[in-house]
Nanobody
Framework: QVQLVESGGGLVQPGGSLRLSCVAS????????MGWYRQAPGKQRELVAT???????NYADSLKGRFTISRDSATNTVYLEMNSLKPEDTAVYYC???????????WGQGTQVTVSA
């Protein structure tokens, strides 16, 4: 069992930056690939970025260059650095933990990001 707690969301102006954090507990962090997903009102949840236990990253094509995912094994934390934010980035952002090769996945409760002037 893995518990995921996100933080760092909020209201930011267009062009601004935010850093989201997700702290994982309850299991061995290094066994999990971690990711960030988002869901805007009226839309399906979509991939933002993922990072494997060995640090290999993957991003949604539309977000490459603006968002950066990273992880810190010392603190069991995965981060999402978001720059040059746009109103269309407004969504609830969810942290995800997944065991590679196994049907095991966990979700956090989500953190709201609102980009508005």
């Amino acid at each position: 069992q893995v518990q995921l707690v996100e933080s760092g969301g909020g209201l930011v102006q267009p062009g601004g930056s935010l850093r989201l954090s997700c702290v994982a507990s309850g299991s061995i962090f290094s066994r999990y690939d971690m990711g960030w997903y988002r869901q805007a009102p009226g839309k399906q949840r979509e991939l933002v970025a993922t990072i494997t236990s060995s640090g290999i990253t993957n991003y949604a094509d539309s977000l490459k260059g603006r968002f950066t995912i990273s992880r810190d094994s010392a603190t069991n934390t995965v981060y999402l650095e978001m720059n040059s934010l746009k109103p269309e980035d407004t969504a609830v952002y969810y942290c995800n933990a997944r065991r590679p090769g196994l049907p095991v996945t966990y979700w956090g409760q989500g953190t709201q990001v609102t980009v508005s002037a």
